[in-house]
């Protein structure tokens, strides 16, 4: 039984549709990765799940319950930050957990508290008020406070947002650790095809509301699919010296001053040493993933995908 | 429901703003004891109008603690929804403008009792809010001007009550007054929830309560009729009734009397009308709401 069913989603705004016939799983211990540039339909797609905002249409099912029939036993099973990590500012974290450990029903002693303090790195700061507290300890608090009634589901929508390095790579260990050694289920959401990529172990692409590619990591980015775009100062010339070469029918694509190439990873460094036997001006040679570029057409923004290595 | 409602006044009390209208009550309590403390001949005279004249006036019984508490009452209670729209208007909104609001929405606690929680958390913190007035206007008014019978003037007719008749009176008329005031901490809290910020439902409901005010205030006859008996602000005064006597048939009041009580309760049967009305209204608007903050 999957842990998340949805089927058919739709949320209209007004004339404005968010998100359109979605339909997805999540199995038990999946990282699913849930990728769009902004404005996609991510978050709207969360907050439903989350019952913050009601479908226009369509079933949701956690855990092989509806989630409109039964809306407090799932809830009780999942924890979520959305976006960023609003807290009471004006109560200390370890007020903060305890105030939201009771709303979840439960009672908590100190010492679990200070406990669950302790493994979010906050446990020295526990009496300081929130709002002396940087982004990182607040996205770290925010996790706690999703993590403090031990949920089967944990939901993170673009929980590294205004994260530095350091905070950044303290969120993607930490969903490892919720997957691997406590076999959570995880959907992360995010606009970073590196940071889905580094942890999910299934994705979906969605964009304009539509899912535009759902499946493990392992299938989408499939090496035998890398994408290799040579630049060169004259296309035409090096055209003419791969005809009747093996590399002529790994060509994709070509531009004015670029050819593209699909092939397996491993052939990567065989394909650059062939061009230079060639005799081809190799101004450079960029490999990259099918799913890249299709995500790069989709966001049009190279800066989002500009740490992605396959 | 009742962990709900301990959390809700947790954060209620532990908000700065909130000992905002405490220290305001207590600074103006204080400002009227010790202008009525040095000056109060000059107030009584005014009260007294062109009585004064025609009477022979013992200043020393009348200025008591009850009649401090009467008249501390009578200046403040009209100022007093300001502040509880301050912390009313605050509820919901505030917590859509914090982001807090979204994360509460996705605890498993249906929306109603989250909505009956804040709305009897703010009822609580009118009770003590007047409960506080309470212990300044009347206890403190008592402990500095000891007590006495008080008197009331209406109409150009002055009333005496004796001063074994007057506690309970006063227990009525702040029983009343929370009523009143919990009207508008439900017209804030209704309010609230269409707000990502609580300035907008705090203003609104200030200016709501002027504008009724100032209509019920209206001698228009048209009015009378038509629009006052509506107001909720028609009825917040009547806990002035609790301090109005039955006279018999030589003119003499009536000791333990109300001289009319079903106006007195008619009054808060509309003013408990109101408070379902709101408070219904924004549980119902709420529970379908969009929470996108």
Known sequence: MPVVSIKNLNKTFKDFKAVSDLSFTVEEADVYGFLGQNGAGKSTTIRMLLTLIAPTSGTMELFGMNLRQHRREILQQVGAVIERPDLYKYLSGYENLALFGKMSGLRLTKNQLMDQLEVVGLADRAASKVKTYSQGMKQRLGIAVALVHNPRLIILDEPTNGLDPQGIADIRNLILHLSRQLKKTVIVSSHLLSEIEQVATRMLIIDKGKKMAEGSVTELFDPAKTIVKLSTDDVSAALSRLKDCKWESAITKTSGTSITFQVHKEQVALLNKELVALNIPVLGLQPGNSLEEYFLSLTGNNQHVATFTN | ?293
């Open chain 2, 1 to 293: 429901m009742w962990q709900l409602l301990q959390i809700e006044l947790f954060k209620i009390f532990r908000k700065p703003r909130t000992y905002i209208s405490f220290g305001a009550i207590a600074a103006m309590v204080l400002i009227i004891q010790v202008a009525l403390k040095f000056d109060g001949r000059s107030y009584i005279e005014f009260v007294l109008g062109s009585l004064k004249d025609s009477l022979e006036i013992p200043f020393d019984n009348i200025l008591n603690g009850f009649f401090i508490c009467f008249v501390i009452l009578n200046l403040l209670l009209i100022h007093i929804p300001l502040l509880i729209a301050l912390v009313a208007g605050d509820l919901v909104a505030g917590e859509a403008n914090m982001g807090t609001l979204r994360l509460l929405a996705t605890k498993p606690i249906s929306r109603t009792q989250l909505m009956l929680a804040k709305f009897f958390a703010a009822t609580i913190y009118t009770a003590m809010l007047l409960l506080w007035m309470a212990l300044l206007a009347l206890a403190l008014s008592i402990y500095l001007f000891d007590t006495n019978d008080i008197i009331v003037a209406r109409n150009d007719v002055i009333e005496v009550i004796k001063k074994d008749d007057v506690l309970w009176r006063y227990i009525a008329a702040f029983g009343y007054a929370t009523v009143a005031l919990t009207t508008v901490a439900a017209l804030a809290f209704l309010l609230s929830i269409f707000a990502d910020n609580s300035i907008g439902p705090i203003v609104a409901t200030i200016s709501i309560v002027i504008v009724f005010t100032i209509l019920s205030e209206m001698q228009i006859p048209l009015y009378d009729r038509t629009v006052k008996p509506y107001l909720f602000t028609s009825h917040m005064l009547a806990w002035k009734g609790f301090f109005y006597l039955k006279t018999d048939g030589e003119g003499t009041s009536i000791p333990g009397s109300i001289e009319n009580l079903p106006a007195v309760l008619k009054s808060m049967a509309v003013l408990l009308s109101y408070i379902v009305l709101f408070v219904g209204a924004a549980i119902s608007i709420f529970k379908r709401k969009d929470i996108l903050s």
